[in-house]
């Protein structure tokens, strides 16, 4: 049994979701941080939470894919990385924006993967 193939255009914005966001975002950091009331050091720290959640989703992911296959985890990333950006959005401080992007980043490895 054969399945369909996912439309291209789907392909296409899963795989580009985790970099637009924060491509989207570097900009705004001074405002972010205005908002958040936190200092723009603080605010930098998203950019090094960012890179440590690719890297720890590669680590997770890679292992659940290869024994549970594909579909399953890109769901489960896709439905993680919704979540979590719906907490981003709605973040405190910046400490629970971090936390919240954090998760946000290790599901957009398993989007990536």
Same mark, same amino acid.
């Given at each position: 049994?054969?399945?369909?193939?996912?439309?291209? +255009?789907?392909?296409?914005?899963?795989?580009?979701?985790?970099?637009?966001?924060?491509?989207?975002?570097?900009?705004?950091?001074?405002?972010?941080?205005?908002?958040?009331?936190?200092?723009?050091?603080?605010?930098?720290?998203?950019?090094?939470?960012?890179?440590?959640?690719?890297?720890?989703?590669?680590?997770?992911?890679?292992?659940?894919?290869?024994?549970?296959?594909?579909?399953?985890?890109?769901?489960?990333?896709?439905?993680?990385?919704?979540?979590?950006?719906?907490?981003?959005?709605?973040?405190?401080?910046?400490?629970? +924006?971090?936390?919240?992007?954090?998760?946000?980043?290790?599901?957009?490895?398993?989007? +990536?993967?």
């Amino acid at each position: 049994m054969t399945s369909a193939k996912p439309p291209i +255009w789907l392909l296409v914005l899963i795989t580009i979701s985790g970099t637009l966001a924060m491509h989207m975002f570097v900009p705004a950091l001074p405002f972010a941080a205005i908002a958040l009331g936190a200092s723009t050091a603080a605010m930098q720290l998203t950019t090094s939470v960012y890179i440590l959640g690719l890297a720890g989703g590669q680590l997770l992911y890679g292992p659940l894919s290869d024994a549970l296959g594909r579909k399953p985890i890109l769901l489960l990333g896709l439905t993680v990385y919704t979540l979590a950006g719906v907490a981003v959005a709605f973040a405190p401080n910046v400490l629970r +924006w971090c936390l919240h992007a954090c998760f946000r980043r290790l599901a957009v490895v398993r989007v +990536w993967l």
